[in-house]
Structure formats: C-alpha cells, structure tokens
Nanobody, 123 residues
C-alpha cells in the first residue's frame, strides 16, 4: 500500500519560510511523478508544484520564484521549500504520488494522496 505522509506545516508570518516534506512508501516511487497541491479557505484545490522521475518540475503561477520542489529517490521523499510566504498561501497542502505527467501541464491523475498539512501565513 502506497501512503504519502506529509510533515512540516505550521504558522508563519508573511515573508517567512517553511519546508514541507513528504515520505512515500512503495518500491515504485522513483519511477513516477509526484506533486504538491493545496486548498485554501473557500478555494478549489490547485497545483503548487510537481516533479517527475527525471527531475523536471512544474510550478503554479502564484508560487513561481518563491517555492522549490525537490525529491530524493533513494530515500523516497519529496520536499517543498517555501520562501517569501504570503497570506494567500494559507491552506492545506497535500502530497500526491504516482501521478501522470505532461510536458505542458505537469502532474495529473495522481493515485495516492496524503492527509494534508496545514500552512497558515499571518500578516
């Protein structure tokens, strides 16, 4: 059973930084794309960032140049470094694994999801 588990959320002031981590069980981890999604209060879920097995990345427009996604295939982990955080970055951040990948849109149709971790950015 593949189960992503997130960690690293919390409360931070605007302009601050947080680092999220996702640990994934399952031997197929290194072959598949992974991604971070988020859902803010009253908003639809949106892509934050995705990374495929070759290390190619895709970012949501609102986080470009502020967030960095990375993965360690040897440790079956993925991370999201979030800098210059804004109040509008507030939401539940979920790790997704075993995703499809396209050159234009990045990750899609992910099979496995974590329970999510809360990120709150205050003024």
């Amino acid at each position: 059973q593949v189960q992503p588990v997130e960690s690293g959320g919390g409360l931070v002031q605007a302009g601050g930084s947080l680092r999220l981590s996702c640990a994934v069980s399952g031997s197929t981890f290194r072959f598949n794309a992974m991604a971070w999604f988020r859902q803010g209060p009253g908003k639809q879920r949106e892509l934050v960032a995705g990374i495929n097995s070759q290390g190619r990345t895709k970012y949501g427009d609102s986080v470009k140049d502020r967030f960095t996604i990375s993965r360690d295939n040897a440790r079956n982990t993925m991370s999201l470094q979030m800098n210059s955080l804004k109040p509008e970055d507030t939401g539940v951040y979920s790790c997704a694994a075993n995703c499809g990948w396209s050159t234009v849109d990045g990750p899609s149709a992910c099979d496995y999801w974590g329970q999510g971790t809360q990120v709150t950015v205050s003024l």
